[in-house]
């Protein structure tokens, strides 16, 4: 055996059991969320995710009794993922705009460590309306988003940096919606940066400069805003 060897069988034999058997579940996990995201849960196959997680079946098995299971579990750790960022993320500022853009520039960070979480967290109730089984065990989980955009939505009406009639449950759908569509094409665009860009134009949207940014912030002169036909210059 070659020193190289040598070295890494010890530090095997001297690593705990059940820190070397969490570190295959988060990697049965990690390659579940990417090949589901990729193939959707008909046509993905345990033995599929078995080989890009790098064991055999017979250990997949171990950690997860069905697909399904495997489903539900990625499902609930990608949602934890996501979590743990939106929170973080809403907590730098009391502005609510801010806060909603804040949750979107964490999608910029997520994409770039953890590949196809976007697709997986789109796709997946896409997936339980399409199999019982997976409607059963993911029930009501990946409702905490739209709370937590409630959440902020409300507090911003309370506080008076939102209108006072605005309408908090549809702008939480539409701010549902948007989220899905945005980070489904994350894997149809034909670059991160595309994405990323268009990331940064739905918090320009929600800013209100997206469309006529440049007469909103005052960077044009008068005479440039009137051949705009800026409407209030008359």
Known sequence: MSERRARYAVRRL???????????????????????????????????????????????YHYFASKADLFAAAHEAALGVLLEAYHGASQGSEDPVERL????EANVGLNRAHPGLAEFLAVAPLEARRHPELAVKLGARGSEVAGLLRAILEAGVRAGGLA???????????????????????GVLPSPETHEAALRAFQSLLRGDLLRGDLLRGELSREERLSRGDPRLK
């Open 14 to 60: 001297g690593r705990p059991a059940a820190a070397e058997s969490a570190e295959t579940r988060a990697r049965i996990l990690r390659a579940a969320r990417e090949r589901f995201a990729a193939g959707g849960y008909r046509r993905t196959s345990n033995l599929e995710i078995a080989r890009a997680a790098g064991v055999t079946p017979t250990a997949l």
């Open 164 to 186: 006072r009639d605005l309408d908090v449950e549809a702008t939480v759908s539409l701010l549902t919606a948007a989220s899905f569509g945005l980070a489904w094409i994350h």
């Open 101 to 104: 853009c804040a949750l979107i």
